[in-house]
């Protein structure tokens, strides 16, 4: 059931929600990896570089676009 107008993106394409992948979860486009994971692995202390060896289906300049776009949207609620 479900359709394309279901799938939604964020952070230029890069991010990607499907509710038939994850039941919806943001996953970084052509993953199966949750966003959050990223998110997790920084607030826990790891590195990047850990996250992106752990995970190589995910690049160095895919992961920074995230968290950059995380950042511009803290900015913009603030101004």
């Not at 919806?24 to 590195?47: E, I, N, Q, S, W």
């Not at 850990?50 to 900015?75: M, P, S």
Request: overall charge negative; aromatic content about 8%.
């Amino acid at each position: 059931m479900s359709s394309i107008a279901e799938i939604r993106s964020a952070a230029g394409g890069l991010v990607v929600s499907n509710p038939g992948i994850l039941g919806g979860t943001p996953v970084f486009r052509g993953t199966r990896l949750p966003v959050k994971t990223l998110f997790d692995y920084l607030a826990d202390g790891l590195t990047l570089d850990y996250f992106l060896n752990t995970f190589e289906g995910v690049t160095r300049e895919q992961a920074q676009a995230v968290l950059h776009h995380g950042w511009e949207r803290i900015a913009a609620e603030l101004n």
